[in-house]
């Protein structure tokens, strides 16, 4: 495999507390780290939480995958690459039906077309980074 490398940030905080980045091209290949609903530190469309921080409504997860694809879009973009590139994205939801509700709908904007040609998995969990999170997804392009 090439050293060659190139990565990009956000800049967020989380960033640097975690010690990661967004994405990382090596050789053909970009790999997303996952690709949660943020405009710069701002959750984008955050769920209402009660007081024990669980999720009480799981309605906008199509909101919160919108900003996953744009985020990962726009990252895309800096190596010159689009979702027209990506060949596999993993979708992790706090609530699989709602997510695979929306899933549909959202995908098929994002890639522009009625049938994705993208390798999707679709996996439960119990918790995001953030408890307003409802939805995460990671992606892997090749250019």
């Known amino acids: ?10 800049g967020v905080p989380w960033e640097e507390t975690y010690g990661y980045v967004q994405a990382v091209q090596r050789g053909d290949t970009i790999y997303l780290s996952g690709q949660v609903a943020h405009s710069g530190t701002d959750v984008v469309a955050p769920a209402p939480v009660n007081d024990a921080g669980l999720v009480t409504d799981f309605s906008l997860m199509g909101e919160q995958l919108r900003q996953c694809y744009a985020n990962a879009a726009e ?15 993993v979708i992790y939801a706090l609530d699989v039906d709602a997510a695979d509700a929306a899933a549909g709908p959202v995908r098929k904007e994002a890639y522009g077309r009625p049938d994705p040609q993208v390798a999707s998995t679709m996996i439960g969990t119990s918790r995001l980074a953030f408890p307003e999170l409802l939805v995460e997804v990671k992606f892997v392009a090749r250019v």
Do not use: K, P, Y
Not at 3 to 9: A, L, N, P
């Open 1 to 10: 495999m090439s050293s060659t490398q190139q990565v990009e940030r956000f």
């Open 75 to 89: 990252l895309l973009r800096r190596f010159g690459a689009s979702l027209d590139d990506v060949v596999e994205e």
